[in-house]
């Protein structure tokens, strides 16, 4: 699975995170949950909520004692946390490319299994990881936090904004690598996304 691969690369990121997992309208029986549940445990990683738009996988969330409440997941992909006070370590997954018109907000940091494709936009207090082709709008460390990262496969942002600091769209002329948007004294920097780089920003 693509989620677990993820955190085993970057386990120091991952270390002792709960996390809330937006399946979309993937069906996830009892079993299928149970096991990942234990794997993501056997990791250090708490797995606290599923967000689902199938009612047959939130209501096997809600036998497991998992919250299916911690976003509002339409119109149009939006997920926004809903004011209550989150752990500092709290993560969404996000299962799926966010499209044109996608809107995440989330009090916390985010993982992007998929792309963000131009006219998407993500608003996070912490840092965001997207497994994928970042090139729509990013602002992370919304809220002051100076030390949160933005790390993609392919790092080509429309706009990407961390803390009060812009970054407008470069033209590239080589093919996209793993790249890391961090704050230095002179703005945001690219750097390379090498393993274990994301938790030392």
């Not at 199938?54 to 976003?71: D, F, H, I, K, W």
């Amino acid at each position: 699975m693509a989620l677990l691969a993820q955190i085993d690369d970057r386990q120091a990121f991952f270390q002792g995170a709960r996390l809330a997992l937006d399946v979309g309208a993937q069906v996830i029986k009892v079993n299928e949950m149970v096991e990942l549940r234990d794997q993501l445990s056997d990791r250090s990683v708490s797995l606290w909520a599923i967000i689902s738009e199938s009612p047959a996988t939130e209501n096997t969330a809600q036998l497991l004692g998992l919250a299916t409440r911690v976003s509002k997941p339409r119109p149009e992909e939006v997920v926004r946390t809903e004011g209550r006070a989150l752990p500092e370590d709290s993560a969404l997954f996000v299962n799926r490319t966010l499209r044109s018109g996608s809107r995440v907000e989330f009090d916390g940091n985010v993982v992007i299994l998929g792309d963000v494709n131009p006219g998407a936009e993500v608003v996070v207090d912490g840092s965001v990881i997207v497994w994928g082709r970042l090139r729509g709008t990013v602002h992370a460390g919304s809220r002051g936090d100076r030390n949160a990262v933005v790390c993609a496969l392919d790092l080509s942002p429309m706009r990407l904004q961390i803390d009060d600091e812009v970054l407008l769209s470069q033209d590239k002329k080589e093919a996209g690598k793993p790249e890391m948007a961090v704050l230095r004294e002179q703005g945001i920097a690219l750097e390379p996304w090498q393993s274990g780089a994301a938790s030392q920003p």
